[in-house]
């Protein structure tokens, strides 16, 4: 008499010879090929659409949309460029809805909008380009946070780390924009490749870079189960300011000492930076202006405080003036020529210039836009840490 196991396997394998088939079918329609960085950089996108009525590009690197052409196949396609080498942010517009390339695994980390990353290289590796050195790591962590919430963190550690247990490191936190998540320093902005970069041609200090998740608020509406509240209207309103004051609690009171506590960190101000991009700068700002006994180190990408703010929540960085340039061995302010965030950035540096506060500050050409913060982190990461 046949055994019950017997009938198990017999049953396993037929449910296998039955699914087998299934699990091997490849995917329906021809095969998309998108982005295509071509030699002379021009960039070819495709998509497979074979029942839209119309589709177009839209990319960070063209003025306006633009019209593909279909196939046969249903795949729509254009060529454009020669493109400026960087990474950028794309969609496509089918029949008037925004989607990602769903041929391309790199994808832009955002609350609010979902786009596809093209990488165009240089002719010469540019400073973000995965470069034949030696490279650091990326961890993911999980913190105690505020109201009861568990806070995200991306943690690079840079090269060595691991080979070489008894040494410490400074550490740089730093924050990305309004929307963005914990990973978009390090999946956009590259941060770790530019570190590894910086380091191997030695114009950077081995560090230790903190990137948290900057909205606070979301986090606790999704963690206690209510909806994502909608972003603050008004820069420097109550509403915003309250916001940055719960990211900064959260920062000095849980994240640096979780972080002082798993990872082998110099303590002490001196070893501590802080800096963002656009509401992360601005976190950056309030944060640091309200703990320079924490900070010595400020970059503020692409943002700033009014003058009616700093004379109202921080009148000390301008009331004394030598006093704060003693306190911060940097403050670097930086935004594009083009960056809806010009003229309040340049306001905020004619304000320190008035009060003699000591800044380095940097005007580039274009936008609010990840290719300028790339350009920002390599040029501050040099500049941190130093005697």
């Not at 960070?60 to 633009?66: D, R």
């Not at 240089?122 to 380009?129: C, E, F, Q, R, Y």
């Not at 703990?291 to 301008?318: H, T």
Request: glycine content about 8%.
């Amino acid at each position: 008499m046949m055994s019950k196991s017997f009938f198990r396997f017999q049953w396993v394998w037929l449910l296998l010879a039955l699914s087998g088939p299934i699990l091997a079918q490849p995917p329906r329609g021809p095969l998309v090929v998108s982005p295509q960085v071509n030699p002379d950089k021009t960039v070819t996108f495709r998509y497979l659409a074979p029942s839209a009525g119309e589709v177009k590009l839209s990319a960070q690197f063209e003025k306006a949309p633009v019209a593909m052409t279909r196939d046969a196949q249903g795949i729509w396609s254009v060529t454009v460029g020669p493109v400026k080498p960087d990474i950028y942010p794309y969609s496509f517009q089918v029949d008037g809805v925004t989607v990602m390339d769903p041929a391309n695994v790199a994808f832009f980390p955002n609350e609010r909008f979902k786009a596809s990353l093209v990488d165009v290289p240089g002719d010469t590796p540019l400073i973000h380009a995965m470069r034949d050195v030696p490279h650091g790591a990326v961890h993911y962590e999980y913190y105690p946070s505020i109201e009861g919430t568990t806070g995200s963190l991306v943690v690079y550690t840079p090269p060595g780390y691991d080979q070489f247990p008894s040494r410490k490191y400074p550490v740089f936190y730093l924050i990305s924009g309004t929307t963005d998540t914990e990973e978009t320093f390090f999946k956009v902005g590259k941060t770790n490749l530019i570190l590894d970069n910086l380091i191997a041609e030695g114009r950077a200090r081995h560090m230790i870079i903190v990137m948290p998740y900057g909205n606070m608020a979301a986090r606790v509406a999704e963690q206690k189960g209510g909806s994502k509240p909608a972003d603050p209207t008004v820069r420097d309103g109550a509403d915003a300011v309250k916001r940055a004051k719960d990211f900064e609690t959260d920062l000095v009171t849980n994240v640096i000492p979780y972080i002082e506590k798993s990872y082998r960190t110099v303590p002490g101000r001196e070893n501590r930076a802080i800096g963002g991009f656009s509401r992360g700068g601005g976190q950056t700002l309030r944060t640091a202006f309200g703990n320079l006994d924490k900070f010595a180190w400020v970059c503020s990408y692409s943002s700033y405080l009014s003058p009616q703010e700093m004379d109202r929540s921080f009148p000390q960085i301008g009331g004394n003036p030598d006093q704060t340039n003693r306190q911060l061995k940097l403050l670097w302010v930086s935004v594009g020529s083009d960056d809806f965030l010009y003229k309040g950035t340049v306001e905020f540096m004619d304000y320190l210039k008035d009060k003699k506060v000591q800044f380095k500050s940097r005007i580039t050409d274009g936008g609010h836009t990840w290719m300028n913060v790339k350009k920002y982190v390599a040029e501050t990461a040099p500049l941190l840490f130093q005697p």
